[in-house]
Nanobody
Framework: QVQLVESGGGLVQAGESLRLVCAASTRTFNTDVMGWFRQAPGKEREFVAAIGWSGGSTHYADSVKGRFAISRDNTRNTVYLQMTSLKPEDTAVYYC?????????????????WGQGTQVTVSS
């Protein structure tokens, strides 16, 4: 049973930063691909960032490139999303996702496991 638990969300003003944390309970974390997605009210879930098992491969949505950074600590079974220069349009529920190794996809359907999400609200 894989469990993903996100934390770190909150209410911030535009221009501020937040760091999201996803703690994974899985024996295969060291080989899993991890991703972050988000869903705003009335919108579809969208890709934010993803990272390969070693941390050497990362992908970002164009809307967050240069502002967000994904990283992982395989000794702690944890993946992070450092968000800087936040904008009101970044407001959404952010979800952590995992899939067994291999390629680092941007499509939500490619991920097998999901967390419950953490709310990020950016005020203008």
């Amino acid at each position: 049973q894989v469990q993903l638990v996100e934390s770190g969300g909150g209410l911030v003003q535009a221009g501020e930063s937040l760091r999201l944390v996803c703690a994974a309970s899985t024996r295969t974390f060291n080989t899993d691909v991890m991703g972050w997605f988000r869903q705003a009210p009335g919108k579809e879930r969208e890709f934010v960032a993803a990272i390969g098992w070693s941390g050497g491969s990362t992908h970002y949505a164009d809307s967050v490139k240069g502002r967000f950074a994904i990283s992982r600590d395989n000794t702690r079974n944890t993946v992070y999303l450092q968000m800087t220069s936040l904008k009101p349009e970044d407001t959404a529920v952010y979800y952590c996702a995992a899939k067994p190794g291999g390629l680092v996809p941007t499509e939500a359907v490619r991920y097998n496991y999901w967390g419950q999400g953490t709310q990020v609200t950016v005020s203008s």
